[in-house]
Nanobody, 124 residues
Framework: EVQLVESGGGLVQPGGSLRLSCVAS????????MAWFRQAPGKEREGIAV????????RYAASVKGRFTISQDNAGKILYLQMNSLKSGDTAMYYC?????????????????WGQGTQVTVSS
Protein backbone atom coordinates (compact mmCIF):
# COMPACT_ATOMS: atom_id res chain seq x y z
CA GLU A 1 0.00 0.00 0.00
CA VAL A 2 1.21 3.49 -0.90
CA GLN A 3 -0.04 6.77 0.55
CA LEU A 4 0.57 10.05 -1.25
CA VAL A 5 0.14 13.53 0.20
CA GLU A 6 0.55 16.66 -1.92
CA SER A 7 1.32 20.18 -0.73
CA GLY A 8 2.52 23.50 -2.08
CA GLY A 9 -0.48 24.70 -4.02
CA GLY A 10 -1.89 28.18 -3.75
CA LEU A 11 -2.69 31.41 -5.53
CA VAL A 12 -0.02 32.85 -7.83
CA GLN A 13 0.02 35.62 -10.41
CA PRO A 14 0.55 34.89 -14.11
CA GLY A 15 4.25 34.52 -14.82
CA GLY A 16 4.96 33.37 -11.28
CA SER A 17 6.30 30.09 -9.92
CA LEU A 18 5.27 27.40 -7.46
CA ARG A 19 6.82 24.17 -6.30
CA LEU A 20 4.56 21.27 -5.44
CA SER A 21 5.65 18.40 -3.23
CA CYS A 22 4.28 14.90 -2.80
CA VAL A 23 5.36 12.76 0.13
CA ALA A 24 5.05 9.04 -0.41
CA SER A 25 4.78 6.53 2.42
CA UNK A 26 4.55 2.78 2.28
CA UNK A 27 6.40 0.53 -0.13
CA UNK A 28 7.94 2.39 -3.09
CA UNK A 29 10.02 0.23 -5.39
CA UNK A 30 12.71 1.27 -7.84
CA UNK A 31 10.62 0.27 -10.87
CA UNK A 32 7.67 2.45 -9.96
CA UNK A 33 6.82 5.50 -12.03
CA MET A 34 5.68 8.63 -10.25
CA ALA A 35 3.69 11.32 -11.99
CA TRP A 36 1.82 14.57 -11.71
CA PHE A 37 -1.67 15.00 -13.11
CA ARG A 38 -4.03 17.92 -13.08
CA GLN A 39 -7.74 18.43 -13.53
CA ALA A 40 -9.52 21.69 -14.17
CA PRO A 41 -13.28 22.06 -13.62
CA GLY A 42 -15.22 20.48 -16.46
CA LYS A 43 -12.11 18.95 -18.02
CA GLU A 44 -10.58 15.50 -18.05
CA ARG A 45 -7.64 14.61 -15.85
CA GLU A 46 -4.41 15.38 -17.72
CA GLY A 47 -1.05 13.71 -17.18
CA ILE A 48 1.62 16.40 -17.26
CA ALA A 49 4.89 14.90 -16.02
CA VAL A 50 6.24 11.49 -15.10
CA UNK A 51 9.55 10.20 -13.73
CA UNK A 52 10.87 6.67 -13.54
CA UNK A 53 12.15 5.87 -10.06
CA UNK A 54 14.88 3.60 -11.36
CA UNK A 55 16.80 5.80 -13.80
CA UNK A 56 15.12 9.19 -13.49
CA UNK A 57 13.81 9.24 -17.06
CA UNK A 58 11.21 11.99 -17.44
CA ARG A 59 8.40 12.76 -19.85
CA TYR A 60 6.24 15.86 -20.14
CA ALA A 61 3.01 16.85 -21.76
CA ALA A 62 3.40 19.42 -24.51
CA SER A 63 1.32 21.88 -22.49
CA VAL A 64 3.97 22.15 -19.77
CA LYS A 65 7.25 21.16 -21.46
CA GLY A 66 9.91 23.78 -20.92
CA ARG A 67 8.03 25.37 -18.02
CA PHE A 68 7.58 22.55 -15.49
CA THR A 69 10.22 20.21 -14.07
CA ILE A 70 9.55 16.93 -12.24
CA SER A 71 12.12 15.60 -9.80
CA GLN A 72 12.43 13.50 -6.68
CA ASP A 73 14.67 13.07 -3.69
CA ASN A 74 17.35 10.38 -3.59
CA ALA A 75 15.17 7.98 -1.64
CA GLY A 76 12.32 8.29 -4.13
CA LYS A 77 9.96 9.24 -1.31
CA ILE A 78 9.35 12.89 -2.17
CA LEU A 79 8.19 13.96 -5.60
CA TYR A 80 8.45 17.57 -6.73
CA LEU A 81 6.96 19.65 -9.51
CA GLN A 82 8.63 22.99 -10.15
CA MET A 83 6.24 25.17 -12.12
CA ASN A 84 7.54 28.34 -13.79
CA SER A 85 5.96 30.90 -16.12
CA LEU A 86 2.52 29.96 -14.87
CA LYS A 87 -0.51 30.85 -16.95
CA SER A 88 -4.20 31.09 -16.14
CA GLY A 89 -4.68 27.86 -18.08
CA ASP A 90 -2.57 26.06 -15.48
CA THR A 91 -5.29 26.58 -12.88
CA ALA A 92 -6.36 23.13 -11.70
CA MET A 93 -6.25 20.59 -8.92
CA TYR A 94 -2.87 18.87 -9.07
CA TYR A 95 -2.44 15.24 -8.09
CA CYS A 96 0.54 12.96 -7.71
CA UNK A 97 0.22 9.30 -8.54
CA UNK A 98 2.23 6.08 -8.47
CA UNK A 99 2.31 3.35 -11.12
CA UNK A 100 3.51 0.04 -9.69
CA UNK A 101 4.04 -1.22 -13.24
CA UNK A 102 6.72 1.36 -14.02
CA UNK A 103 5.26 2.18 -17.44
CA UNK A 104 6.38 5.83 -17.44
CA UNK A 105 3.14 6.84 -19.08
CA UNK A 106 1.00 9.96 -18.83
CA UNK A 107 -2.20 7.89 -19.06
CA UNK A 108 -4.16 7.94 -15.83
CA UNK A 109 -5.40 4.35 -16.26
CA UNK A 110 -1.95 3.02 -15.35
CA UNK A 111 -1.85 4.62 -11.90
CA UNK A 112 -3.05 2.67 -8.89
CA UNK A 113 -2.28 5.12 -6.10
CA TRP A 114 -3.39 8.75 -5.96
CA GLY A 115 -3.07 11.64 -3.57
CA GLN A 116 -5.94 13.91 -2.56
CA GLY A 117 -4.67 16.83 -4.62
CA THR A 118 -3.53 20.40 -4.07
CA GLN A 119 -5.20 23.38 -5.70
CA VAL A 120 -3.20 25.73 -7.93
CA THR A 121 -4.87 28.98 -8.99
CA VAL A 122 -3.14 31.34 -11.41
CA SER A 123 -4.83 34.73 -11.39
CA SER A 124 -4.02 38.41 -11.13
Amino acid sequence: EVQLVESGGGLVQPGGSLRLSCVASGYIDDWYSMAWFRQAPGKEREGIAVIANGDGTTRYAASVKGRFTISQDNAGKILYLQMNSLKSGDTAMYYCAADVGGRNTLDAYAYKYWGQGTQVTVSS
